[in-house]
């Protein structure tokens, strides 16, 4: 199986993060990391990013009544929430999304891209890096390409994210939210 080296972020994201939000960012990892392989982890991490970004779409008042009763962390919260519309919320998310896949796979600290789950992942971060590393790792070899667009194709909430990130430079993304409208890759 083919394995490409992941060269490591040259600025972390969470560099200037309030320490809540670390300790948030801390709270995903984990959950992504206890993955026994990356198909789990995948699993993990686009449940987990749907459901913020369900709980980003939230009223501030809905979000208060949901904290009174659950006794785990919440995202960290700006009260520019308070005036946002469902479009706005939708739009943060799309925008916030590659920061948390970003943050969380730089906390996993990995060193190689060697599946295509991990790959497809990969794709979602706004680490430059971690899209040259799943790109470079789909090119290495046709078959591997392939098994990411399959994946694209088969699990629904991957191709919600993946329709839904806005991740800068990301060539991978674009070719993989082509396979999805039926276009070649």
């Not at 960290?76 to 919320?89: N, S």
């Not at 591997?144 to 088969?154: F, L, Q």
Request: net charge negative; hydrophobic share 40%; with cysteine.
């Amino acid at each position: 199986m083919t394995s490409i080296p992941i060269t490591r972020p040259v600025r972390s994201v969470l560099d200037e993060a309030p320490d809540n939000l670390k300790a948030f960012v801390a709270s995903l990892t984990g959950m992504v990391a206890q993955g026994a392989n990356w198909m789990v982890r995948k699993k993990t991490l686009c449940d987990t990013m749907l459901s913020l970004g369900a709980y980003l779409s939230m009223s501030p008042e809905e979000k208060r009544r949901m904290a009174d009763g659950l006794g785990r962390d919440l995202p960290p919260d700006d009260d520019a929430d308070e005036g946002a519309d469902e479009g706005e919320a939708s739009r943060r998310f799309s925008e916030m999304l590659p920061f948390y896949v970003g943050a969380i796979l730089e906390r996993m600290d990995e060193d190689r891209v060697a599946s295509a789950e991990q790959a497809a992942v990969y794709v979602l971060s706004i680490h430059p890096e971690h899209q040259a590393a799943a790109e470079a790792w789909m090119m290495a070899d046709p078959r591997n390409a392939k098994a990411v667009r399959r994946i694209v194709k088969a699990d629904k909430r991957f191709a919600t994210l993946l329709k839904t990130a806005r991740v800068p430079g990301g060539n991978a993304v674009r070719s993989l939210a082509r396979s999805l409208e039926g276009e070649p890759g």
